[in-house]
Nanobody, 114 residues
Framework: VQLVESGGGLVQAGGSLRLSCAVSGTIIRPNAVSWYRQAPGKQRELVAAIVSGGSTNYADSVKGRFTISRDIAKNTVYLQMNSLKPEDTAVYYC?????????GGQGTQVTVSS
């Protein structure tokens, strides 16, 4: 199973980015897919998650600005990030839970300039 994140980059404060997490190597739909982020010197934190039934949850710091969604046919999960702030700067990681195993991607850098 492979997870490949993409869509990171450099953006000015107030701008938008859309991250993608493509899950390959399995025909099993993940129980849940989540986005985490880790800023320099800080612990990794959960940003958003979507479960198999479609329910979503978000960190308080991103509610109203970020939206997690999925394309089941493509086995891809997206993180639409709007109104970005410098404090959103971090490496963003995608995790997928398939049965009892969690898989992770290599991360994608998001940098928000002020």
């Amino acid at each position: 199973v492979q997870l490949v994140e993409s869509g990171g980059g450099l953006v000015q404060a107030g701008g938008s980015l859309r991250l993608s997490c493509a899950v390959s190597g399995t025909i099993i739909r993940p129980n849940a897919v989540s986005w985490y982020r880790q800023a320099p010197g800080k612990q990794r934190e959960l940003v958003a998650a979507i479960v198999s039934g479609g329910s979503t949850n978000y960190a308080d710091s991103v509610k109203g600005r970020f939206t997690i969604s999925r394309d089941i046919a493509k086995n891809t999960v997206y993180l639409q990030m709007n109104s970005l702030k410098p404090e959103d700067t971090a490496v963003y990681y995608c995790n997928a839970d398939l049965r009892s195993t969690r898989y992770g991607g290599q991360g994608t850098q998001v940098t928000v300039s002020s």
